[in-house]
DNA sequence: TTGCTGACCGACG
DNA sequence: CCGTCGGCCAGCA
């Protein structure tokens, strides 16, 4: 065991909030995005499972940043109340239209790559 | 302990 | 175009 990387601290959770804390303001990235970002392409799952975690104990996570591959709100039904998760995205500057982001592509946040770049 | 589920994604038919 | 299946990892009965 030499060194075994104890605790779940460091695994996808950890991982996950960390870059979800990262997103900018008035953007948004997928699930499979972190999940590749983390290394695991596959386990995409995890990541939205990871938001359904702390929402029981701190939000400190804007999970409403995160939506699936089409940019669908897929998880608003987790935020308590489906039309939280639109409200948070359109106070940020976000247009929504039927649960879908516009310009999806254009807000979309790729973890790593303009963390303090401006383009 | 095994087995199922889950806010996804991609592939296959 | 739509339905189905596999994979990935972690938590829970």
Do not use: C
Request: proline share 4%; aromatic share 8%.
């Amino acid at each position: 065991m030499a060194g075994r990387v104890r605790m779940h601290s460091g695994s996808f959770f950890e991982n996950v909030f960390d870059v979800v804390r990262l997103i900018p303001h008035g953007r948004v990235t997928s699930y499979g995005a972190i999940a590749e970002y983390l290394g695991s392409r596959g386990s995409a799952r995890m990541v939205g499972w990871a938001m359904n975690a702390p929402h029981t104990q701190v939000t400190d996570i804007p999970a409403h940043r995160v939506v699936n591959r089409n940019g669908l709100l897929t998880g608003k039904h987790h935020f308590g109340s489906p039309g939280i998760m639109q409200q948070l995205l359109e106070s940020e500057g976000i247009n929504i239209e039927n649960d879908k982001i516009l310009d999806f592509e254009t807000l979309f946040w790729e973890p790593g790559k303009e963390l303090s770049i401006d383009k």
